[in-house]
């Protein structure tokens, strides 16, 4: 039975930084896409950065050169380092992992078949 648990989120100031992580189960995180998606109050869900098997990446473009998404195959984790973070980047922030047949990194919500609860990121002024 695949699970994603998100951990992480927490109220910070703009400018600081936060490390979301997701901790997998059932299935091998080097062997799927995984990603990290968000959803904002009144706003559709949207995503933020994915890694395929081949470590290529994508990230959305208002967060590029500020976030970083890795994984640790070992700990069959998941994480997202975010850096400068701004009150618009406050969210509920989700991880999800795609069947074994996706090949490639995307932030195509529809593409990935499994999702965690979500963990929330609130960024003041």
């Known amino acids: 039975q695949v699970r994603l648990v998100e951990s992480g989120g927490d109220s910070v100031q703009a400018g600081h930084s936060l490390t979301l992580s997701c901790a997998a189960s059932g299935f091998i995180v080097s062997v799927h896409s995984v990603a990290w998606f968000r959803q904002g109050p009144g706003k559709e869900r949207e995503g933020v950065a994915s890694i395929d098997s081949e470590m290529r990446t994508t990230y959305i473009d208002t967060v590029k050169g500020r976030f970083t998404i890795s994984r640790d195959a070992a700990k069959s984790t998941l994480y997202l380092q975010m850096n400068m973070l701004k009150p618009e980047d406050s969210a509920m922030y989700f991880c999800?992992?795609?069947?074994?047949?996706?090949?490639?990194?995307?932030?195509?919500?529809?593409?990935?078949?499994?999702w965690g609860q979500g963990t929330q990121v609130t960024v003041s002024t």
């Open positions: 999800a992992a795609a069947d074994p047949s996706l090949r490639f990194a995307t932030l195509v919500s529809a593409r990935y078949r499994y």
